[in-house]
């Protein structure tokens, strides 16, 4: 099975500020990542899919790259509603795996 | 617009057996693979199972392989999760998730709540 390293699992940032998440794959898989976001109480909501194409809606100031085995969210200046909870996804094989969850808190 | 409904969630005892399902609609679905994800209270994401368009391809999470068997209804525009000799660990809210065609999960439902306890 692939395992996806999330990391930081936490971090604390502040407005405007420029973030990057990152996921690593356990072996390649090639472009088939997302990413999502969650806030308190919502369904996640997907952001970016084949690792850095932007999901319609989602605006340009969250973007991915990557490839094989290491993968990056950034997100370019943080908005308040940014403030949520960041997970990856490798669906590059059965079984797919997420990544253990970024928490992003106000500082 | 895509909407999946699940129902089917509950209190059960451990070692029962629990059957969810998912209602779609807004899209053909027979065209795409469907998936299940859970997520325990608190607690991150987890994928459980998934079957694409021919029943042929299926995968389950290691932690459910043997206990849970997901199934769809084509006609009927349903998704299914049959899920026995269920344990406390079980415990989570359980999504339906549309695949987007490309083998990531682009719609979710509302999901609905699992509790296993005595």
């Known amino acids: 099975d692939i395992q996806m390293t999330q990391s930081p699992s936490a971090m604390s940032a502040s407005v405007g500020d420029r973030v990057t998440i990152t996921c690593r794959a356990s072996?390649?898989?090639?472009?088939?990542l997302a990413w999502f976001q969650q806030k308190p109480g919502k369904v996640p909501k997907r952001l970016i899919y084949a690792a850095s194409s932007l999901q319609s809606g989602v605006p340009s100031r969250f973007s991915g790259s990557g490839s094989g085995t290491e993968f990056t969210l950034t997100i370019s200046s943080l908005q308040p509603e940014d403030f949520a909870t960041y997970y990856c996804?490798?669906?590059?094989?059965?079984?797919?795996?997420f990544g253990q969850g970024t928490k992003l808190e106000i500082k | 617009e895509v909407q999946l409904v699940e129902s089917g969630g509950g209190l059960v005892q451990p070692g029962r057996s629990l059957k969810l399902s998912c209602a779609a609609s807004g899209f053909t679905f027979d065209n795409y693979a469907m998936h299940w994800v859970r997520q325990a209270p608190g607690k991150g994401l987890e994928w459980v199972s998934g079957?694409?368009?021919?029943?042929?391809?299926?995968g389950y999470a290691d932690s459910v392989k043997g206990r849970f068997t997901i199934s769809r209804d084509n006609a009927k525009n349903s998704l299914y999760l049959q899920m026995d000799s269920l344990r406390a660990e079980d415990t989570a809210f359980y999504y339906c998730?549309?695949?987007?065609?490309?083998?990531?999960?682009?719609?979710w439902g509302q999901g609905t709540l699992v509790t296993v306890s005595s």
């Open positions: 072996q390649g898989i090639a472009n088939y």
């Open positions: 079957m694409r368009w021919h029943i042929g391809s299926i």
């Open positions: 996804l490798q669906h590059n094989s059965y079984p797919y795996t």
């Open positions: 998730v549309k695949d987007s065609g490309a083998g990531d999960l682009e719609s």
